[in-house]
């Protein structure tokens, strides 16, 4: 396995510490995937066949970072303080106890089941990181042959129903690759649409998805794939895809372009993904300004700026600015009560139309 240069003696060190600890070790999952392919990842997924506890104090006292562990699922999470990402787990095996459900998760000695319970072909397989087998290969399911086919091939008939984000995940796969769906697979995928699968999962699980796709380069591919499945219509109602999504690689900026996409429901669309506070404030502030088309009362922030002006690419530069008039300008000039606001409305909407670019042509629209 050709092993990135940059991460040959960290995993060294890694598998010889995990050896003197009697336990196996392994590099699975994506990032074999990625060293496969010559493409740069900072997350790395490990394995180990017993408690890997000590072996994530021992990686952040080599290199500096901070852990997190996650009971249920035997995993811990090892962020270093150069950027990289280690998940750690232990070899297991899962079911699930009704569709869509998360899964049940318990302790296995083989590798072969950690791998099973993977997405797909390509991401199940492995390399060890113990000195006398460094960067030995373990591929029991083919991974290394639908790579280099370019498919996406999930690993047994019930992918989909145990777990419907795999719909997700496998258009997001294919498009960010250039990749097909294995026949097989795709089949599978079409009755999942038609059975309704992506209704089987929490809105959380599939926010969690519909970001990562949002964070992809090749936005547009996933897109076409996602109409051509027909699974758009779960991510929201009237959701298509809008060549503004090219203008930025933001994830919240092209949030807040489908929001504003979505016009009226736009509002509810991004409130039932559940992103951080801070994000739905820059959202729908841009939202809003874009359903009102009037020039704001006070300064946007630049990200709203951004989603606005790639919504609409026709915009004076003007229409982004705070409205020239204030209030407090048009009451010295002897306006009163509800005038005030009309007239601030006016002005707005001429401003954000181009026809007042001042304080000057503002006044004489006033007056007229």
């Not at 498009?175 to 009755?191: Q, S, V």
């Not at 999504?245 to 429901?265: F, K, M, N, P, Y």
């Amino acid at each position: 396995m050709m092993i990135p240069e940059k991460y040959r003696e960290p995993l060294y060190k890694v598998g010889a510490y995990a050896g003197k600890l009697g336990l196996k070790a392994w590099v699975v999952g994506g990032a074999v995937r990625d060293f496969y392919l010559k493409r740069d990842t900072q997350d790395i997924d490990l394995a180990f066949s017993g408690n890997q506890e000590s072996v994530a104090g021992f990686c952040i006292k080599q290199w500096g970072g901070n852990k997190h562990k996650f009971s249920r699922f035997f995993t811990y999470r090892v962020d270093l303080d150069s950027g990289v990402k280690l998940d750690m787990v232990r070899t297991r095996k899962e079911t699930y106890p009704y569709p869509g459900s998360l899964p049940q998760v318990e302790p296995s000695p083989y590798i072969k089941d950690d791998l099973f319970r993977r997405d797909f072909t390509t991401n199940a397989w492995c390399f060890s990181i113990l000195p006398n087998t460094f960067g030995q290969l373990y591929d029991p399911f083919g991974a290394k042959k639908d790579i280099e086919r370019g498919l996406v091939r999930i690993l047994h008939e019930k992918s989909f129903l145990d777990d419907p984000t795999r719909l997700y995940r496998a258009v997001r796969f294919a498009g960010r690759f250039g990749w097909k769906l294995a026949p097989k697979t795709e089949r599978l995928l079409r009755e999942a649409v038609k059975g309704e699968y992506p209704l089987l999962v929490s809105r959380d699980r599939f926010s969690h998805e519909f970001l990562k796709i949002l964070e992809e380069p090749r936005v547009k591919d996933i897109f076409q794939l996602m109409d051509k499945y027909d699974l758009l219509k779960f991510a929201w109602p009237g959701i298509t895809w809008s060549p503004a999504l090219l203008r930025t690689d933001s994830v919240v900026e092209r949030l807040g372009i489908l929001a504003c996409q979505l016009q009226d429901s736009g509002e509810e669309f991004i409130r039932s993904l559940r992103v951080p506070a801070d994000f739905t404030h820059e959202i729908l502030g841009a939202w809003k300004v874009n359903q009102e088309k009037q020039s704001p009362l006070g300064p946007l922030s630049l990200t709203k700026k951004r989603i606005l002006q790639a919504v609409s690419t026709h915009l004076p530069p003007e229409a982004l600015e705070p409205c020239v008039l204030t209030g407090r300008e048009l009451k010295d000039i002897g306006l009163a009560g509800r005038h005030i606001s009309s007239a601030l409305t006016r002005v707005r909407q001429a401003q954000w139309e181009g026809r007042v670019k001042n304080k000057s042509d503002a006044l004489k629209l006033v007056k007229k």
